[in-house]
């Protein structure tokens, strides 16, 4: 793709970052946010679906961004920009052909300012391209990442119980013909039917007493 920066091709890397952040120029309107390589370096761009803005940096105007901010790598970037979309801590303002976007608090000083232009028609269809292919890329990790956590919570539960069933199934031995068969343990006289390692109880009867007249003859 063509790019504004040098005429670069445009590559978004692995870990692009999506978010919404709200306009507050426009009555609330929500933007999403995401990083972007154009140039070969790190940039952001926003989008409303039918226009984008971007960064724009080049090696030099990166460099001297970061300078300014005190932020030390593109790693801290990302890391400041994930934050500010996850805790609702990103304004952003659209005004025409510009656009400012804020990270952090106004009175954070560790807070970051981005200004971005309005790409032309020919790049934001590029771009929006990417948006769109990027997201679907990570729709399509996400779903694997899910259906590998869902196959593996699913393992353990299966094993038990193939466990359990065994544990209930006859033992079995080999008969001199080779043939297998199911282990069954003779039952003593006497034995308890319950209990088989106990004695069966025998009713009790009674004496029987003769008759003293009986004796007596």
Same mark, same amino acid.
Request: hydrophobic share 30%; with cysteine; charged share 25%.
């Given at each position: 793709m063509e790019s504004g920066a040098g005429g670069a091709s445009t590559s978004l890397s692995r870990n692009e970052i999506y978010g919404m952040v709200v =306009? *507050?120029?426009?009555?609330?309107?929500?933007?999403?946010?995401?990083?972007?390589?154009?140039?070969?370096? @790190? =940039?952001?761009?926003?989008?409303? &679906? *039918?226009?984008?803005? *971007?960064?724009? @940096?080049?090696? #030099?105007?990166?460099?001297? %961004?970061?300078?300014? %901010?005190?932020?030390?790598?593109?790693?801290?970037?990302?890391?400041k920009l994930r934050k500010a979309l996850q805790g609702v801590s &990103?304004? !952003?303002?659209?005004?025409?052909?510009?656009?400012?976007?804020?990270?952090?608090?106004?009175?954070?000083?560790?807070?970051?300012? @981005? %200004? !971005?232009?309005?790409?032309?028609? &020919? #790049?934001?269809?590029?771009?929006?391209? &990417?948006? !769109? @292919?990027?997201m679907a890329g990570r729709v399509g990790v996400l779903e694997q990442r899910l259906e590998r956590e869902g196959a593996a919570t699913a393992s353990p539960v299966k094993s038990q119980q193939r466990s359990t069933a065994a544990d209930f199934e006859p033992r079995m031995h080999t008969t001199g013909g080779g043939r297998t068969s199911a282990a069954v343990k003779k039952r003593l006289p006497g034995a308890s039917l319950i209990n088989p390692g106990s004695k069966r109880k025998v009713k009790a009867t009674g004496v029987a007493f003769e008759d003293s007249e009986e004796m007596k003859q």
């Open positions: =306009n *507050s120029g426009d009555g609330d309107r929500q933007y999403l946010c995401c990083t972007s390589g154009r140039g070969g370096v @790190f =940039n952001i761009c926003i989008t409303n &679906a *039918s226009d984008v803005w *971007s960064t724009e @940096f080049t090696s #030099e105007k990166l460099s001297e %961004h970061r300078r300014q %901010h005190g932020v030390t790598s593109t790693e801290e970037y990302k890391t &990103a304004s !952003l303002l659209v005004e025409g052909s510009t656009a400012t976007l804020q990270l952090g608090k106004d009175d954070d000083p560790r807070g970051l300012t @981005f %200004h !971005l232009i309005k790409l032309p028609d &020919a #790049e934001t269809r590029l771009e929006l391209q &990417a948006v !769109l @292919f990027g």
